[in-house]
């Protein structure tokens, strides 16, 4: 499968990466085993996790999802085979986000310990922390690379002002920078990355992966009344695309998935693949049937036809 480059990074990673958030929730680690070995023979390489997966389930504490990796790779003996993705800076029970150095320095050592590896190679600032300055954060991560605990830092869910500021404060301090930003981007929400923070993350070459590709899994096509709500542990996230310009991108996913003899989620996540400023979009398998659509999805091209009618729908 034809690889991408993240960014400025030596990480050269298949245009889908797999969600991890799944792993120790709705997949117990031997369907998330069977799953990760259906997904490295299909073709691709990058796993997407953070030390708070899933920490929202009843009688979870987090690391979940991290401790069901690390046993796989372990057990598989592949850990050079794979792009390890995982985050730092959630709640973990301390009752509020947190970046601050002496926090990083812990969670990263947890994180270690859990994925069973000696180095993370892309780790993710996961929120914005107002109380702790992009110095600090970023000196932090300095040590860790120069340690060679991590191989390469990034962000999620900062707005296009926030990466501006924690780009010039690396510049000015001479401090590592993200060099990979994950946002909340899908067919329906688009608003939050097209435009200014598009735009920047070009001129400045940083890789991008976006999450909730299939917009909580609404883009699937299975979600299309109220009714349909119950048919998932994740359904009640869906219940706000259940409008008008919902119906709309559906009827377009329709049209197109039909012509190619696809799923309407493997149109959706090819779309997210052919968009500028679009390194690889996340997504989460539950069943065997699911994973060989996302490795589907990862080969479909669409035409500019095909773009031009899904965003139209989109408008």
């Known amino acids: 499968m034809q690889k991408r480059r993240l960014g400025r990074t030596d990480l050269s990673i298949a245009p889908l990466v797999l969600g991890g958030n799944v792993f120790g929730w709705t997949a117990d680690e031997k369907t998330s085993f069977d799953l990760l070995d259906r997904f490295v023979a299909g073709g691709l390489n990058a796993i997407d996790t953070a030390d708070a997966y899933s920490r929202w389930v009843p009688g979870n504490k987090g690391g979940e999802s991290e401790t069901i990796i690390g046993n796989w790779m372990k057990d598989r003996g592949n850990r050079d085979k794979v792009v390890v993705i995982t985050k730092v800076g959630s709640d973990m029970g301390q009752g509020h986000k947190d970046l601050s150095a002496a926090y990083i320095e812990k969670a990263v050592e947890a994180s270690l310990k859990r994925l069973r590896t000696d180095v993370i190679d892309l780790y993710l600032s996961h929120w914005p922390d107002p109380a ?184």
């Open 132 to 315: 702790t300055p992009y110095e600090e954060t970023l000196g932090a991560y300095e040590k860790l690379l120069a340690k060679g605990k991590v191989r390469h830092i990034g962000c999620s869910n900062l707005d296009a002002g926030q990466l501006r500021a924690a780009l010039d404060v690396a510049s000015l301090r001479s401090l590592p920078r993200y060099e990979v930003l994950q946002p909340e981007y899908n067919l329906y929400d688009r608003s939050s990355f097209d435009g200014p923070l598009r735009d920047l993350c070009v001129a400045e070459d940083i890789g991008v992966i976006t999450y909730f590709s299939l917009a909580k899994g609404f883009l699937s096509g299975k979600y299309r009344s109220e009714a349909d709500l119950g048919q998932s542990q994740r359904g009640e996230g869906v219940s706000s695309y259940l409008n008008a310009r919902g119906m709309r991108i559906l009827a377009a996913l329709d049209v197109v998935s039909a012509k190619h003899s696809a799923k309407q989620a493997e149109v959706a996540l090819a779309w997210a693949i052919a968009r500028p400023g679009v390194t690889a979009p996340i997504a989460s398998a539950t069943k065997p049937s699911q994973m060989d659509s996302l490795i589907k999805a990862a080969s479909l091209k669409l035409t500019a036809a095909d773009m031009a009618e899904l965003d139209k729908a989109s408008d």
